[in-house]
């Protein structure tokens, strides 16, 4: 088989998945800093280890090239990116061409009521905008900044632009527990999917988070006391199980990677910022695409085969333990989620 069709077959694992979804985080920076996410004084890359505009083009290519009909821009915060929406103009040419099917992205939405009206006329159809909390002083302390203002803003102004928008929230015992049912209420009357998200031990932070976490499959069977939730048969490749709330109309995500096992269909890798792949959101395997990026489009193509070859058939994240150290050592802005 000549190299030419060599680069162009599909990625397909030794468990039979395909990989037909990346998550591109493009800067592991950020303009919040989320308690369950990042430390107050988080210590980022040097700029210089970080792949440029035109690498992470170059990246994104070659895997849609391979078949991901998927991309979606994470990090850190996407739209802190210097130049971000150079690049998803250069990436919309994948979508006009038809080999691509969506370009999404994932943001905290300080900046999206600056970005929304570019991310639409590029060809963006939806964005996930992570939100733990409607009460100014809660967002602000879980965030560790006062920005609720600007995150409406922004949700508001990517909807009058034509984005669907997707809500996330991660789920936080003694934070916005009480607050949740309420939170998706309000998602659904504004016309939004909303998910919750467990806190996954990913990367030190400077609280325990098993003081943080809260079962959502606990939350889900309290729910139904007061809320009638039907099974919906979505299925995203990833770890979301979706229902719908009679009472509201609207579908609710839960994304369980702790307490339910979501990798038999796992079509998804991740890139980080510094061009590493990650096979698993759990588990360490990992590959350097950014010495074989620089190499050539051929070495790029090797090394992604070498690494779906590699992909683990499922994570091992254990339930929180007190006191235990994060089962993955990087943090979840260094992989996007
Ligand atoms: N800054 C953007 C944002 O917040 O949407 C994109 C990157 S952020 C790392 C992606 C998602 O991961 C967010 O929805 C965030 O709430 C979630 N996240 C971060 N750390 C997490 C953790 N330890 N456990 C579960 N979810 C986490
Ligand atoms: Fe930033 Fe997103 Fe992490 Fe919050 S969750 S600190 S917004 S990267």
């Not at 997707?166 to 998602?187: F, G, S």
């Not at 979501?262 to 792949?277: A, E, H, I, K, W």
Request: charged letters at 25%; proline letters at 4%.
């Amino acid at each position: 088989m000549s190299l030419e069709l060599l680069n162009s077959l599909p990625l397909i694992d030794p468990f039979g998945r395909t990989v037909d979804y990346v998550r591109v985080s493009v800067t592991d920076r950020c303009n919040l800093r989320c308690t369950y996410c990042m430390s107050e004084e988080m210590r980022f890359l040097p700029r210089r280890d970080l792949l440029t505009l035109e690498e992470l083009d170059r990246l994104c290519a070659a895997f849609v090239r391979r078949g991901v009909k998927h991309l979606r821009l994470t990090g850190g915060e996407p739209l802190t990116r210097k130049g971000i929406m150079d690049l998803v103009r250069g990436l919309s040419r994948h979508l006009q061409s038809g080999a691509l099917e969506e370009l999404t992205l994932t943001t905290n939405g300080v900046r999206l009521a600056e970005f929304a009206q570019g991310l639409a006329e590029a060809g963006v159809r939806r964005v996930n905008v992570s939100l733990d909390s409607l009460d100014r002083a809660t967002f602000a302390r879980i965030a560790r900044a006062d920005r609720l203002a600007q995150v409406l803003d922004g949700i508001a102004a990517a909807q009058a632009a034509g984005l669907k928008v997707k809500i996330n929230t991660v789920a936080l015992k003694n934070d916005n527990e009480a607050e949740i049912p309420r939170l998706i209420q309000w998602a659904h009357a504004g016309g939004m999917d909303i998910s919750l998200i467990e806190t996954m031990p990913m990367g030190a932070v400077d609280e325990d988070r098993t003081d943080q976490f809260l079962s959502l499959t606990a939350l889900r069977e309290q729910m139904r006391s007061y809320w009638t939730l039907s099974d919906l048969p979505e299925r995203t490749g990833g770890p979301s199980r979706y229902v719908r709330v009679a009472q509201t109309g609207g579908r609710l995500g839960f994304i369980t990677p702790l307490t339910h096992n979501f990798c038999d269909t796992c079509s998804r890798v991740r890139v980080t910022c510094t061009g590493t792949l990650f096979l698993c959101l759990g588990q360490e395997a990992a590959m350097d695409l950014r010495g074989p990026l620089r190499a050539s489009d051929a070495a790029l193509h090797a090394a992604i085969d070498k690494a779906i070859a590699a992909k683990p058939k499922a994570h091992d994240f254990l339930l929180p333990v007190p006191g235990a150290r994060p089962a993955v050592a990087r943090h979840m802005s260094v992989t996007g989620g």
